[in-house]
């Protein structure tokens, strides 16, 4: 079945579980619609799915051209992309928060930015001081 | 013949959500007369709730449950688990957690609800154990060696799993004596030593089985009659097991079967073939359950059911439907199983009797 995704703005995807050499569930949610700054708070996004992707496939689920995909050997648990019409604001390395951009498309692994992965872990400790 | 499940049974209800876990846990009655509840795992938020419903309809319990276990932050253990947490007729009281920070949203959101709503959570390592009446619940994994390694390098989410052991007793934990036993030790001692046991395993594979069978040793009497070894209990030994890894080909090696020989496995799955090219050859075979894992728990004599019928339907051993299973332990006793025909989408109707 062909995939339709181009009507959403920005996507988030995390690579979620191998499940074999040729099989992973990735989970992917859209950007709310009157969001227009985002920096990956978790109200900013709706409901995540789940799809099973292949090796032929999973390019359409990230929604890039093949050649701009990264190679399926590659491909981790934990690791979650950005894919769609927005833009970095500051550092590419260390953004200050991310912007839609229409007409303009991207493609980003973020779950190694500080912003993401100290932001799982500043809610994992407030949680346990919290309780 | 289908037996009554008694105020004082321990019932383990494994519901059929398709590929992903989502087990009630049902409490012996308490002094009030009332049950309790706890959740291993919720794939699928509207099921576990309506079936709660029935239950508590057929058998009064209290709704604040006791726990909600989410053994490892896999969709198909977690889908369900925010929604449970934000549901104002069933409170949890604690949140137990493997530990493993993902980064999908669906843990996040749960984090985020935690906060809100102030619930306990608990980060589960080995060793850790609650009591609740005379069933006993002992984490068996993630060991601390692994959780510690979770933020650097080399455990995956599957082997971050937390592992429970329910143990039924039939009199107090505390003053429950222990079995000495003298000479070789029998399969049928071993079984007796499991007999009221039932493992939850999550999706433990290799790393976090070589954990557990270190940390967890089968100890038997030795002729020098070392203090230590005197009592042999083999705690790895069960009756039911809730099979790794949906019976994928990492759930558990062959010795650790060895070890649990349960009677009951239980597979919760949707069955996904695949084909990969090998050595020149095309090897199509069935994930989930594969067929090294069912080899395995079928030379340990278990019986298994698969809550997707697969396997049974295609070994012609009944029943050969999908559905849910339930398990009930007596206090110290042999548990006894059946199968519901619900579909994934059904809520099934509430036994009271097995």
């Known amino acids: ?131 | 013949m289908p037996t009554p499940i008694k105020p004082e049974d321990l019932v383990f209800h494994f519901l059929n959500v398709g590929f992903g876990d989502n087990i009630v846990v049902e409490f012996p009655v308490d002094k009030a007369g009332k049950r309790s509840y706890g959740i291993v795992d919720c794939r699928d938020f509207r099921k576990t709730k309506q079936y709660l419903d029935k239950l508590m309809d057929a058998r009064p319990g209290r709704s604040e449950l006791e726990f909600v276990c989410a053994t490892h932050p896999h969709l198909d253990h977690i889908g369900g688990i925010n929604s449970l947490l934000e549901d104002e007729k069933y409170r949890v009281k604690e949140f137990w957690d493997s530990g493993f920070r993902h980064k999908s949203q669906t843990y996040i959101k749960i984090l985020q609800s935690l906060l809100l709503q102030g619930i306990e959570l608990i980060r589960v390592s080995s060793g850790m154990e609650w009591y609740f009446g005379k069933v006993q619940v002992t984490a068996l994994a993630p060991s601390i060696r692994l959780r510690n390694m979770y933020a650097t390098y080399g455990v995956d989410m599957n082997n971050a799993s937390v592992v429970l052991r329910f143990e039924h007793h039939i009199e107090d934990v505390i003053s429950g004596r222990s079995v000495e036993y003298t000479g070789s030790v029998s399969l049928e001692a071993e079984r007796q030593a499991g007999r009221s046991v039932v493992i939850l395993s999550g999706d433990a594979e290799y790393d976090s089985w070589s954990r557990i069978t270190e940390e967890f040793p089968r100890l038997e009497r030795t002729d020098s009659n070392e203090p230590l070894v005197k009592k042999m209990v083999n705690y790895l030994a069960c009756s039911a097991l809730k099979v790794a890894h949906h019976g994928s080909m990492h759930s558990a090696p062959l010795d650790v079967y060895e070890k649990m020989i349960p009677e009951i496995a239980v597979i919760s799955t949707e069955q996904e073939k695949s084909t990969k090219q090998t050595g020149g050859l095309a090897l199509t075979r069935g994930l989930f359950p594969h067929r090294l894992a069912i080899t395995a728990l079928e030379e340990c004599g278990a019986q298994i059911l698969t809550t997707d019928g697969s396997y049974e339907s295609e070994n012609e051993s009944a029943p050969t439907k999908p559905g849910s299973i339930v398990i009930v332990v007596p206090p110290g006793g042999k548990p006894r199983w059946a199968k519901l025909d619900d579909t994934i989408t059904d809520i099934p109707k509430v036994l009271d009797e097995v």
């Open chain 1, 1 to 131: 079945m062909k995939r339709k995704l181009r009507k959403v703005r920005v996507r988030r995807i995390t690579v979620d579980e191998k499940l074999s050499d040729d099989l992973f569930r990735f989970v992917f949610c859209s950007l709310k619609e009157d969001i227009e700054k985002f920096t990956d708070r978790d109200d900013e996004w709706q409901e995540e799915r789940e799809e099973l992707v292949h090796p032929k496939d999973y390019s359409q689920i990230l929604d890039v051209k093949k050649s701009e995909a990264p190679a399926w050997e590659t491909l981790q648990e934990g690791q979650v992309y950005l894919s769609g019409e927005f833009k970095v604001i500051g550092d590419q390395t260390k953004p200050e928060y991310f912007k839609v951009n229409p007409g303009r498309r991207k493609f980003l692994r973020i779950d190694n930015l500080d912003m993401i992965d100290e932001g799982v872990k500043s809610i994992y400790s407030d949680v346990l001081r919290r309780t």
